[in-house]
């Protein structure tokens, strides 16, 4: 049977097997799906082990910390993936070439958008942190076309080079933090802050009314970063969840060609 595989470290608390396996279920292909623990150090061997014709590895996703990795692992790259340095999307083609791409753009696009109704063409978005998570989302985001991207992040040289690196795609500017001025439609927390319980120091009048907050990050309870958002007015707080389930979709859309449902798969995972 095709195996496919999740590879992180720490991986435990994947839920990718679980997704792909409902996947698999409802699109009723015949396939296994299992998360592996990789040394940090051994990376390109665990991949390269994965794929040989003993292991039938016909697909892998790739999570924290080898997406940089996963990257420079693969001979071939999608567009969107040459851009966003980062990889979490692997299969082989059938030259036996190791292509990489990245579906965590598309995934949040897909659940901002289709999933919760909210537009992002015209509208200013303001997205925190300049890390591997925030580059790797900006190209879909910037396909939208917003009024206008701000990067905002702690250190503003990081911010700068990404907008360098897009700027092509639209208007997308740079900031520290407690710079950021005027309010935005749509707050996207790239920042890993939230796992600590921080928050970054952003002016409150970010915040109007109207505004959606959404945090790449999910869990149980609402996170530090949207709480912040509700009490300061914003309209609508988002989490990641269904940015995780939709990034899925497109990775077994690419390894399968078929995309499968996803809104029953969020709601029971919720």
């Known amino acids: 049977m095709d195996q496919y595989a999740v ?113 992002v063409q015209g509208k200013r978005v303001l997205v925190l942190g300049a890390g591997g998570a925030v580059r790797g989302v900006l190209q879909p985001l910037l396909e939208q076309n917003p009024a206008e991207i701000v990067i905002a992040n702690r250190t503003v040289s990081k911010a700068e080079e990404l907008v360098e690196l897009f700027s092509d795609l639209g208007k997308v500017t740079a900031s520290g933090f407690e710079q950021v001025t005027g309010m935005f439609d749509l707050v996207i927390n790239g920042t890993a802050a939230s796992l600590q319980g921080d928050l970054p120091p952003l002016p409150a009048s970010v915040i109007k009314n109207t505004t959606v907050s959404y945090d790449m990050m999910y869990g149980k309870e609402q996170a530090v970063f949207n709480h912040w958002a509700q009490e300061h007015g914003a309209s609508k707080t988002l989490d990641g969840l269904g940015m995780l389930v939709e990034q899925a979709a497109e990775s077994f859309s690419i390894w399968r060609g078929i995309l499968p449902e996803t809104t029953e798969l969020i709601s029971s995972l919720s």
């Open 7 to 119: 590879m992180g470290n720490p991986i435990s608390h994947s839920k990718s097997p679980q997704i792909h396996t409902a996947f698999a279920a409802q699109t009723k292909q015949q396939l296994e799906y299992k998360a592996i623990h990789v040394e940090l150090d051994g990376f390109a061997q665990a991949v390269s082990e994965f794929f040989t014709e003993q292991n039938k590895g016909k697909g892998l996703n790739i999570t924290v910390p080898f997406k940089q990795q996963a990257w420079e692992l693969a001979g071939q790259l999608t567009e969107r993936a040459k851009r966003a340095g980062a990889v979490n999307t692997l299969w082989k083609d059938d030259k036996d070439q190791l292509w990489g791409d990245t579906t965590d753009g598309v995934g949040l696009v897909r659940d901002i958008t289709r999933n919760h109704k909210v537009t």
